[in-house]
């Protein structure tokens, strides 16, 4: 579905991304983790043309992403980011139907299309007219998946959605999250930090560190092969924090 | 929708500018009159304009629209058909390198430009020197030549007079005087100093009414140095053929207003507070016999006049401006480096101080309202730009992305993303672009585009604070409108879900 090919990414002097090569497989849900500036993010921009590589390319349904082809390959990819990056000038259900009615869909699509989103996300029907700084951040972030959805994406981009939210939201959010996927098995890359957060979800994993891929793999994979000791110190980290019964970081 | 909603909004605004703009033009048969910025230029307007309407033509008055040079520009180029003059002024100053002997070759300089002057009014307002009589009689001095003979005596003369052909460079020469002390000051302060002996020499008109008030000795020009100043009324050739009526009506006046019944005119307005209006109707009526009356325009209509006048240069200014500036500041923001020129240059215009900026329309494009409205619109534009420019870039990063990993199109970004979420500070950039806007039109009335500006101009000239107060207040008044106008409108406008941010910029 996504492939990147030797892609590699430089923020003016600092190497963000050395070349790397992944490729993300049809109806599963990849989880990237990795501590914070490993070059997460910027490995899921490349995969919306956000990013562009300097070198390598990346690959959508066979195709290469470029300048032409980028803004069809973003309507077949829905994205949602840490609170939402809702418009705040629209109100919840303007969001979610905007690029419908770009598009020209019809009035009455657009409303079973909404409707049908609703339900999924578990979204109170009286918060469609509220505007985003209306909503709470758990409503915010089920907008923000609506919005994700509303054209029927190939792809579900996820950049840390649960990151803001308080813990018993999350926990709720969570459990939604999963059955959406696996009810409507799309192709699933999400961005978190969390361990717990990526065990939940992630039928393949990928650990990152400083720009690079350390390894890749399931879950057991990683904690009973890991292939370098970086692993193994980012697994014992997460689960100390368990342990001692505290958030994780 | 957004988008929609902000633009029917303004297009009632729009409308508005369009209805009214055929106000500010002229009608295709009009007589248009025009005078100086001094007492005695106004009055002989007024007296055409009364005689020329007594012949039933439709005429206006374009009142104190400056100095020689303006009018005499503003006739050559057809944006007036008729203005008071004198054939001194026209002989020793505006074609003074032509060297005319007499009014003769005056005419026939006149005539190669395509203009015409009427027979002499039949006075002669010629400069003089002035003294207090006590301190001309303690010195002994009756003639200008007597002035040699004093060379301590401080002379105190109006700017123009300063600077003119005619005026003291040349007075000096012909007379050889050898005072050092000189100043420039205003004609109308120069009484005051002579009676307050802070100047012991001025010049004069010789028709002003202030030399019997202050009862001022004339000293004899006995050298013949000033030349005849014979008040005339200067008018385009083409008025006699377009209007010949009118062309009739202006000779009537000829030979009929002597040095002292103009002096008493100026008298009546100057001293005693009788309009110009007024002042020529009465004269007219007493002298000619005809039925004219002071046609004056009651309070409210003259403000009726003025508010459209003023908004009618305020409306289409600023529709033009922000029709221009919201295109400009999003270019602006779009190319870095088109945008440094575009900030840099709506930046510069707003450095040039409103006034001049006004006063070089004049040659482009003449009085009146079209070069006010261009002045007003070049003013209008920086608050717009920066603040459309200022509104896209403050736009953050999450929503920016957002937008794109949609799939949109820049277009579709800058209408439905872009310009609704910077609609706020837009909107802000565009009030204050107003509220300068109807401030600084008060200033068009300076090259004869009217509005508020028209009152305040003739209460500095004639010293009277009501008179200011008429233009000064309603324009405060509309000041305050039009910033609760656009408090409104924001409420309107923006969405609720942008109302609790800051609308500045």
């Known amino acids: 579905m996504l492939t990147l090919e030797q892609a590699a990414k430089r923020f003016g002097e600092t190497r963000a991304l050395h070349p790397i090569d992944l490729t993300v497989s049809p109806g599963r849900t990849l989880v990237v983790i990795g501590p914070s500036g490993c070059g997460k993010s910027t490995l899921l921009g490349l995969m919306n043309g956000l990013v562009v590589p300097d070198s390598g390319r990346v690959c959508f349904a066979g195709a290469p992403l470029t300048a032409e082809t980028v803004t069809a390959a973003r309507r077949r990819m829905g994205y949602v980011i840490q609170e939402g990056g809702l418009f705040p000038h629209l109100t919840a259900a303007d969001n979610v139907t905007l690029m419908a009615r770009v598009l020209g869909w019809e009035q009455a699509r657009i409303g079973t299309r909404l409707e049908e989103l609703r339900q999924l996300t578990h979204f109170p029907a009286a918060g469609l007219a509220r505007f985003p700084g209306e909503l709470s951040g758990g409503q915010l972030q089920r907008v923000g998946l609506m919005r994700a959805l509303m054209l029927d994406p190939d792809v579900l981009l996820l950049d840390e959605p649960l990151g803001a939210l308080d813990p018993l939201i999350r926990f709720d959010l969570q459990e939604d999250l999963r059955e959406i996927f696996t009810r409507l098995a799309k192709t699933v890359v999400m961005v978190t930090h969390d361990l717990g957060e990526a065990a939940f979800f992630a039928d393949s994993i990928v650990l990152m560190r400083e720009g690079a891929i350390v390894q890749q793999g399931t879950l057991a994979n990683l904690s009973e092969r890991p292939a370098d000791p970086f692993v193994t110190r980012f697994f014992e980290a997460q689960r100390g924090h368990w342990a001692e019964g505290g958030a994780a970081p | ?505």
């Not at chain 2, 109006?158 to 050898?178: H, I, Q, S, V």
């Open chain 2, 1 to 505: 929708m957004t988008r929609a909603r902000f633009a029917s909004r303004l297009l009632p605004l729009a409308a508005l500018a369009l209805l009214l703009a055929p106000l500010a033009a002229r009608a295709a048969d009009e007589v248009r009159i025009g005078s100086k910025k001094f007492t005695e230029s106004v009055i002989l307007g007024e007296a055409a304009r009364l005689l020329i309407k007594d012949a039933g033509l439709a005429v206006r008055h374009r009142r104190e629209l400056g100095g020689t040079a303006v009018l005499w520009n503003a006739l050559l180029r057809g944006d007036i058909d008729v203005y008071p003059e004198y054939t001194g002024t026209l002989r020793a100053e505006t074609l003074a390198r032509l060297k005319l002997a007499d009014d003769a070759a005056l005419e026939a300089a006149l005539a190669k430009r395509g203009l015409r002057m009427s027979p002499p009014l039949g006075f002669n307002n010629t400069y003089a020197l002035g003294m207090a009589r006590a301190r001309a009689a303690e010195l002994g001095i009756a003639r200008i030549s007597d002035l040699t003979r004093h060379p301590g005596l401080r002379f105190g003369f109006g700017n123009e007079f300063m600077d003119r052909g005619d005026g003291w460079p040349a007075l000096k020469r012909r007379y050889r005087l050898p005072q050092a002390d000189v100043r420039g000051l205003d004609h109308d302060l120069g009484y005051r100093g002579l009676v307050a002996g802070e100047i012991d020499v001025m010049d004069l008109y010789s028709t002003d009414a202030e030399i019997a008030y202050y009862g001022l000795a004339v000293l004899v020009d006995d050298l013949r140095h000033f030349p005849a100043y014979r008040a005339v009324f200067l008018y385009r050739a083409d008025l006699a053929a377009r209007a010949p009526a009118a062309v009739r009506a202006l000779e009537r006046l000829a030979e009929r207003l002597d040095a002292g019944a103009m002096s008493r005119l100026n008298r009546a307005v100057k001293l005693e507070g009788a309009s110009e209006t007024r002042a020529a109707a009465g004269f007219l009526s007493a002298r000619l016999g005809t039925g004219v009356i002071a046609d004056e325009s009651s309070l409210g209509a003259r403000l009726w006049q003025r508010t459209i006048e003023h908004l009618t240069l305020v409306l289409i200014s600023l529709g033009a401006a922000v029709g221009i500036s919201i295109p400009l500041g999003v270019v602006a923001f779009r190319r870095r480096g088109a945008g440094r020129v575009i900030l840099g240059m709506v930046g510069a215009i707003q450095t040039l101080p409103a006034l001049a900026l006004l006063v070089f329309m004049i040659p482009l494009l003449g009085i009146g309202g079209p070069p006010a409205v261009v002045a007003l619109f070049l003013y209008s534009l920086l608050p717009i730009v920066r603040n459309t420019h200022a509104g896209l870039a403050g736009i953050g990063a999450p929503l920016r992305r957002s937008a794109l990993a949609l799939g949109m199109e820049a277009r579709d970004r800058l209408v439905r993303i872009e310009l609704p979420l910077a609609a706020p500070v837009i909107l802000a950039g565009i009030k204050t672009a107003a509220v300068i806007n109807v401030g600084t039109a008060t200033l068009g009335a300076l090259i004869g585009a009217g509005g508020y500006g028209q009152p305040i101009l003739t209460g500095i000239r004639l010293d009277d604070t009501a008179s200011i107060l008429e233009g000064a207040l309603p324009a405060a008044l509309l000041a305050l409108a039009v910033q609760a106008a656009f408090e409104m409108a924001e409420r309107r406008l923006i969405p609720r879900g942008l109302r609790h941010r800051v609308a500045a910029g």
